[in-house]
């Protein structure tokens, strides 16, 4: 993509986020509406997906979609009823289950997701490695201060 990139302000790179933030959140609900979910329950589920062999706890959920422990059980129960996850109990303690993704949910997410994130990987091999490492850390940084602001400033 050399000679496309120009330079830009802050402000315009909000802007620039603010619009993307915006598209993304009409795709979640999209992409929740095909798996017959909710907004909330397909983060949770999609967060289950992303741990792969290890499964999380309500806690876990409860964090990631900053929403109360009790709210998880319900949404743990929806994505159950769904046939997208198991609860496991705790091999450690026994009053906690682990949450672990059903394998043929991950065929229903790749369904859904798949063409999207194609496009985001063409999208991205337009950039040079090192553009996208310095992509991969804004997000991860943004999503960490995004959280730390919940964390601060919302109740769950």
């Known amino acids: 993509m050399e000679g496309r990139h ?9 802007a620039a ?6 598209a993304s959140i009409a795709g979640q609900q999209e992409f929740a509406r095909n798996l017959g979910l909710n907004i909330t329950d397909l983060l949770c589920f999609t967060h289950v997906l992303a741990a792969g062999d ?10 990631r979609a900053h929403v109360t422990t009790g709210a998880v059980t319900g949404i743990v129960n929806r994505l159950e ?15 906690r289950v682990r949450i672990v993704a059903v394998p043929a949910a ?15 990987t063409e999208l991205f091999a337009e950039y040079t ?3 996208v490492a310095v992509l991969a ?3 991860t940084r943004a999503a960490a201060l995004t959280r730390s602001y919940l964390d601060d400033s919302c109740e769950p």
């Open 129 to 131: 490695p090192d553009e």
């Open 6 to 14: 120009r330079s830009a302000s802050g402000a315009e790179a909000l």
């Open 81 to 95: 009823r769904g046939g997208l996850v198991t609860r496991r109990p705790d091999p450690v303690d026994r009053r």
């Open 54 to 63: 290890s499964p999380v706890t309500a806690g876990d959920l409860a964090g």
């Open 106 to 120: 991950a065929e229903r997410v790749e369904a859904v997701y798949g063409p999207y994130g194609a496009r985001l």
């Open 137 to 139: 850390d804004w997000f």
């Open 17 to 22: 986020m603010d619009d993307l933030v915006a």
